[in-house]
Each structure stands twice: as C-alpha cells, then as structure tokens.
C-alpha cells in the first residue's frame, strides 16, 4: 500500500491513501451517503404518512409512535449521510465516527427486520460492507 502525504497550510501533514487503500475509502464514503440517504427517505415517508410506514406497533418490547421514529430515521439519516462524505474527503475524525454510526444504523435497522425483512436486510449488507471497508483500511494504515 502507498501512502503519500501532504502539508496543509497550518504545517500538518496529513496522509493520502492510495491504491487499493483509497477505492475502500471511497466505497465506505460512498455505502454511507447511500444508507444515509435511505434512512433520511424512510424517515421522511414514515413523519408524512403514519399509516404507510414499516414502523406500525408489533409485539416488540418497546412501544415508538411511527412519527418519532420517523424523525429518528431522518437525523440519524442525514448524519450518516454527512459522515460518508466527509469520509470521501478524507477526514480523518470521520473513519472513527463512521465506526460508530455505522454499528447504529445496523442496530436500529434490526428494530424494523421482522415487518420490512428485505429492505432491512439490504440495508445490514451496506452496513457489513461499510464496517469492512472501514476496518480494511484502518488496518492498512499501521
């Protein structure tokens, strides 16, 4: 693996990934703006029509008005969103971050499973893959 670098303007040097090790910064960037994005829909449907959403009551052990988790789905949405795009700009705080938004997407995704189990799942296989890029390419940079 290559890593170059380059100074910014207050004399930092900041490591450039390339190669192998920059296609899985893009594609983890990439995966989160999608799912981001997805959630941010979801969320949006689920705050303008209560009665159409995934989030209707099931036998769960926890009791959320469809509207609250909408508006959960949209910020958690729009964060991750923004997190995969500062991912794709290569910011370093995001790769720690996108770590931990990326394990709660998946997390509050499983709260949908049994009423949307194939949306849910798409969406925990964008997560998988994000969480391996991330991991790949932090390991790399030892």
């Given amino acids: 693996m290559a890593i170059s670098s380059r100074w910014t303007q207050s004399g930092r040097q900041i490591p450039m990934a390339s190669g192998t090790s920059l296609g899985l910064s893009m594609l983890a960037g990439i995966l989160m703006f999608t799912v981001g994005t997805f959630h941010a829909l979801v969320g949006i449907a689920a705050i303008a029509d209560d009665e159409s959403t995934p989030f209707q009551p099931a036998n769960y052990s926890f009791d959320i008005d469809p509207t609250t988790w909408g508006w959960i789905q949209l910020c958690g949405g729009v964060i991750v969103a923004v997190i995969g795009i500062a ?19 998946a997390l509050g995704t499983f709260a949908t499973l049994p009423t949307e189990p194939l949306w849910s799942l798409v969406i925990l296989a964008f997560d998988a893959l994000v969480l391996w890029a991330l991991v790949t390419e932090l390991g790399e940079l030892d």
Avoid: E, F
């Avoid at 290569?90 to 997407?105: D, I, Q, R």
């Fill in 87 to 105: 991912v794709l700009l290569g910011k370093s705080w995001a790769y720690v971050l996108a770590l931990c938004v990326t394990v709660l997407s």
